[in-house]
């Protein structure tokens, strides 16, 4: 078991560490690499996954309910918690209910359990990214425009590829092929960019970082283990839909709070301490999930 720990962490930790030494000694153009990865690479993915006539979606019907689930009820779990710590609601509750389904989620799932996991993996990020792009933009800012939040590519390139899969359209392999190519860049350099993303850690607001390192992780198993006991999830489902309970704050939480001026330091240090901490986390959940024998 501790064998399949460190074969799944260790490719994790070792690309993200090329990138925390990258960018300590090269000056890194990193959200021109995010952007080119939101919105070409990832969309390329998830089409590509949606869009595979032997992905039969309606599999994961429930995975992705239970996915909502865990989203948004890890809001209204910690909301009476960050009204007796006194808390911001908008700074601390979006990146305790929006996970590193992304950057973290698809490569450790997908590494963990092996390609078969890889449409599970896909379909929880695509619940995380809508759910983030709709209700997490409304909490920022309720004025927000729908037509906005649908114009996200990540978003589009899900209508575009449940269109295809629904309607039976088979693409023909070479397209396929060129998508998966296309595809498979993002997983690493996720991974790579948030090495990068770690040298920005700010230990400043470092008691506000620790809450989250523990509340995001906790309400996420939380509300994973009845959804799990009550429904009749396949093994390999159950399995990734431990790791994404588990997985700390999304780095696009940062992103959002920036962009809406959010105390945008706050949240890094939240999304940059819950990420450390995973180191922790991560591989007691995975130990859990190896010894319980669900793949």
């Not at 709709?134 to 899900?158: E, F, Q």
């Amino acid at each position: 078991m501790i064998g399949q720990i460190l074969s799944t962490l260790l490719p994790v930790f070792l690309i993200a560490g090329c990138g925390a030494l990258y960018g300590r000694y090269r000056s890194t153009d990193i959200q021109s690499m995010n952007a080119v990865n939101m919105e070409l690479f990832v969309p390329m993915l998830v089409f590509a996954v949606l869009a595979d006539q032997q992905a039969p979606l309606g599999d994961y019907a429930w995975l992705a309910t239970a996915a909502v689930v865990i989203v948004l009820g890890s809001g209204l779990l910690l909301w009476p918690v960050a009204k007796i710590l006194g808390l911001n609601l908008k700074t601390f509750l979006p990146p305790m209910m929006f996970c590193n389904s992304g950057n973290m989620g698809i490569p450790l799932i997908v590494l963990a359990f092996g390609e078969a996991a890889l449409p599970a993996a896909i379909v929880l990020f695509i619940v995380e990214m809508l759910l983030h792009f709709s209700i997490g933009l409304y909490m920022l800012d309720p004025h927000t425009s729908l037509l906005k939040r649908l114009r996200v590519p990540v978003v589009l390139a899900t209508i575009a590829g449940l269109a295809v899969n629904i309607g039976g359209v088979a693409l023909p392999g070479w397209l396929m092929e060129a998508l998966n190519m296309l595809g498979g860049i993002c997983i690493p350099l996720m991974l790579f960019t948030l090495g990068i993303r770690m040298l920005d850690v700010d230990f400043s607001d470092w008691k506000l970082g620790m809450i989250g390192a523990i509340a995001c992780p906790a309400s996420g198993l939380l509300l994973a283990w009845p959804m799990i006991a009550l429904m009749e999830l396949p093994g390999l489902q159950v399995a990734s839909l431990w790791v994404f309970a588990a997985l700390p704050p999304a780095v696009l939480n940062y992103m959002v709070a920036e962009q809406y001026r959010q105390e945008p330091h706050k949240v890094a240090s939240l999304v940059l301490i819950s990420n450390l901490a995973s180191l922790v986390v991560m591989p007691v959940v995975l130990g859990l999930v190896f010894s319980a024998g669900y793949v």
